[in-house]
Nanobody, 130 residues
Framework: QLQLVESGGGLVQPGGSLRLSCAASGFTVDYYAIGWFRQAPGQEREGVSTISSSGGSTVYANSVKGRFTISRANAKNMVYLQMNSLKPEDTAVYYC???????????????????????WGQGTQVTVSS
């Protein structure tokens, strides 16, 4: 069974940090670009960050650039999102998703649309509040 499972969410104060993990099972992530998305209540799901299958290229939304870092450990079938300097507006359910794609990601091809992805996790809640 092809599955993605997110973990690491929780409640954190503004300025704090969290590290989200995305564990893949039933398939190897080596051939997949991975995207992190988030969805706040009443809002559309938005792309936060994308990493290529090799990990050699990454893309970030302007709202998180300089604060979030995406990384992957293909040998462990894992992808991570390190989130620093968190703000209340970062509060959302965070999802990871996989797209079979072996090329780079960049500003011209950010893979930021949810419809481009094939597999999704169930999401993990991140709440930034004092």
């Amino acid at each position: 069974q092809l599955q993605l499972v997110e973990s690491g969410g929780g409640l954190v104060q503004p300025g704090g940090s969290l590290r989200l993990s995305c564990a893949a099972s039933g398939f190897t992530v080596d051939y997949y670009a991975i995207g992190w998305f988030r969805q706040a209540p009443g809002q559309e799901r938005e792309g936060v960050s994308t990493i290529s299958s090799s990990g050699g290229s990454t893309v970030y939304a302007n709202s998180v650039k300089g604060r979030f870092t995406i990384s992957r450990a293909n040998a462990k079938n894992m992808v991570y999102l390190q989130m620093n300097s968190l703000k209340p507006e970062d509060t959302a359910v965070y999802y990871c998703a996989a797209k079979r794609y072996g090329g780079d990601v960049n500003s011209d091809y950010p893979l930021r649309s949810p419809s481009e992805y094939e597999f999704w996790g169930q999401g993990t809640q991140v709440t930034v509040s004092s």
